[in-house]
């Protein structure tokens, strides 16, 4: 297998920086996941791994084994990395059956017939599809295909798996079955796997960490739940599920936590992010799933405490989502009640929200 460096990576198109800075570290059978918007540099990151693109600068390494260093004008070419790429379309041949796709890559490394065989029998078995073998793709349905295309990564041992979007054209229910099995596989064989997408669910469910970019820069590095409950950014926030924003007025800090002033008489506290200071400008994000309604208990000890105007509600189901108004702000938040009245009582707690400097 293999554990990749990624040291000050760069990566220019004319005066855009596609990749700036760029250094991570991904362990031996990690799964790291390249998230963020498209255009932010997650593909060229992967593709410059791959050696479909000359980096501008920096290194990449795996297993001390040089990729690229732009300090030495050192590159090795693509063919010899021994890198398994799977592609958003696929990429399969559509004149060959499945086996003579798999062939292909084994045929061009010289591999015998016989080890051949074993080789694809092998890779399709991983993958459930090992009776599939004489078939055109044309002929597969498009969760098949993914497969075939993943099986043609395996058959020839890569040492990393790098995987471009490879979900997201197949649709709703189909996406959620193929990320548990991917999940499952990638766990079983204990490949290095670096997976590049915008969906932040299928981030959340199959990485070990997540790589948010933003601008060509990596802006956090950490486990899904360290991105998710503990974002240094209001963009990491609101790419990585949905949040709640509050403008405001930083005050006292009492060691944990700050008050906020959001408008005459009304305060809450938040976790403060580096940067947030006494008298300036605070952005404070809070999840619509923790914003609760207060009930006839009263509010937790220590929480905050808001009444809010009823805008809207959107019936989902099994709850309503809520579109709330406080202090001219706009907050989301979901209850199974079907609250009547235009006015509501929430609370939420300090440790549930998080300020940054605005």
């Known amino acids: 297998m293999g554990k990749l460096i990624i040291d000050n990576l760069c990566k220019h198109f004319g005066d855009v920086k596609a990749v700036d800075n760029v250094s991570i570290?991904?362990?031996?059978?990690?799964?790291?996941?390249?998230?963020?918007?498209?255009?932010?540099?997650?593909?060229?990151?992967?593709?410059?791994?791959?050696?479909?693109?000359?980096?501008?600068?920096?290194?990449?390494?795996?297993?001390?084994?040089?990729?690229?260093?732009?300090?030495?004008q050192a590159m090795m070419p693509p063919e010899k990395r021994n890198c398994g790429l799977v592609f958003q379309s696929y990429a399969l041949w559509p004149h060959m059956t499945v086996r003579d796709n798999l062939a292909f890559p084994l045929e061009i490394r010289k591999i015998g017939k016989s080890e051949q065989q074993k080789r694809i029998t092998d890779a399709l078995g991983l993958v459930e599809m090992e009776n599939y073998q004489g078939r055109y793709p044309h002929e597969l349905s498009g969760g098949q295909q993914q497969r075939v295309a993943l099986a043609r990564t395996l058959v020839y041992e890569p040492r990393l798996m790098l995987l471009d979007e490879p979900l997201s054209n197949l649709d709703a229910k189909l996406r959620i079955r193929a990320r548990r099995w991917l999940k499952e596989l990638q766990g079983r064989l204990g490949l290095t796997t670096i997976y590049v997408t915008h969906d932040q669910i299928e981030a959340l469910t199959l990485s070990d960490r997540i790589a948010v970019m933003e601008g060509g820069k990596l802006v956090q590095l950490g486990t899904p739940e360290e991105i998710y409950s503990r974002p240094v950014s209001p963009f990491v926030a609101d790419f990585i599920g949905a949040s709640n924003f509050i403008d405001g007025f930083a005050g006292d800090d009492d060691g944990d936590?700050?008050?906020?002033?959001?408008?005459?008489?009304?305060?809450?506290?938040?976790?403060?992010?580096?940067?947030?200071?006494?008298?300036?400008?605070?952005?404070?994000?809070?999840?619509?799933?923790?914003?609760?309604?207060?009930?006839?208990?009263?509010?937790?000890?220590?929480?905050?405490?808001?009444?809010?105007s009823i805008r809207d509600r959107d019936y989902l189901g099994a709850r309503f989502q809520y579109i709330l108004d406080v202090c001219g702000t706009?907050?989301?938040?979901?209850?199974?009640?079907?609250?009547?009245?235009?006015?509501?009582?929430?609370?939420?707690?300090?440790?549930?929200?998080?300020a940054f400097p605005a």
């Open 25 to 72: 570290t991904v362990e031996d059978g990690e799964f790291l996941t390249l998230l963020g918007p498209s255009g932010c540099g997650k593909s060229t990151t992967l593709f410059a791994v791959a050696g479909l693109d000359r980096p501008t600068s920096g290194r990449i390494l795996v297993d001390d084994v040089v990729f690229y260093d732009g300090g030495q």
């Open 257 to 308: 936590t700050v008050n906020i002033t959001l408008a005459e008489d009304v305060s809450i506290r938040a976790k403060a992010r580096p940067g947030v200071k006494k008298g300036e400008a605070v952005r404070v994000a809070v999840r619509p799933e923790n914003i609760r309604l207060v009930n006839g208990s009263g509010v937790p000890g220590g929480s905050n405490a808001l009444t809010a």
């Open 330 to 354: 706009e907050l989301r938040m979901e209850a199974e009640q079907n609250l009547e009245g235009s006015q509501v009582d929430i609370s939420f707690t300090p440790e549930d929200c998080i």
